[in-house]
């Protein structure tokens, strides 16, 4: 402490740190216990009484003294994955309705999209099938996929209506 803390004298005692860690030390190992009302002990917890008021099915009786699902009692393990949700018969489910059809497209469309994804598929397999890359097969591959982009991006729409008019253009009667 510097003196001007001593001046100010600031009420607390001086902590004994030996003490501290002695006290620290001899508890070393044990659990401390749990604050009243936190956690269930073992005998206390109702597997019945859960949301839904649906009873849990306890698992089956092993052997008490097995290392595999023996709880700290003796008795069998129940976690979440014992827990089975119950049917419910009475409800109606919901049935998504039917998706509508999607739009017929034109063959020019279709066959673009065919070069888009099949010229890079078409050079993927050729590596993977381990074939010669041949002047013919990686013309095919790279200009399927540039034509068909290029003919996708030339038939997508601007956006504005066909009929449109100049609105400066006076009223149409």
Do not use: C, N
């Not at 014992?82 to 919901?94: L, P, R, S, T, V």
Request: charged share 25%; aromatic share 6%; hydrophobic share 35%.
């Amino acid at each position: 402490m510097t003196e001007r803390d001593q001046e100010r004298g600031d009420g607390r005692d001086p902590i004994d740190e030996e003490a501290a860690w002695a006290e620290i030390v001899a508890g070393y190992g044990e659990e401390p216990a749990d604050p009243p009302g936190v956690w269930p002990k073992a005998g206390e917890l109702d597997l019945t009484d859960t949301v839904d008021r649906v009873p849990v099915a306890e698992p089956a009786e092993g052997p008490a003294d097995g290392p595999a699902g023996a709880g700290p009692t003796g008795g069998p393990l129940s976690g979440p994955r014992d827990w089975e949700a119950a049917e419910d018969e009475d409800e109606d489910h919901f049935v998504p309705p039917e998706p509508p059809p999607l739009p017929e497209t034109d063959l020019t469309t279709k066959l673009a999209w065919v070069a888009v994804l099949g010229g890079p598929l078409l050079l993927i397999g050729a590596v993977l099938l381990q074939q010669r890359m041949t002047w013919w097969l990686v013309t095919l591959g790279v200009g399927g996929f540039l034509g068909g982009f290029a003919t996708l991006i030339t038939r997508l729409r601007d956006g504005h209506d066909d009929d449109f008019t100049d609105p400066g253009s006076g009223a149409v009667v």
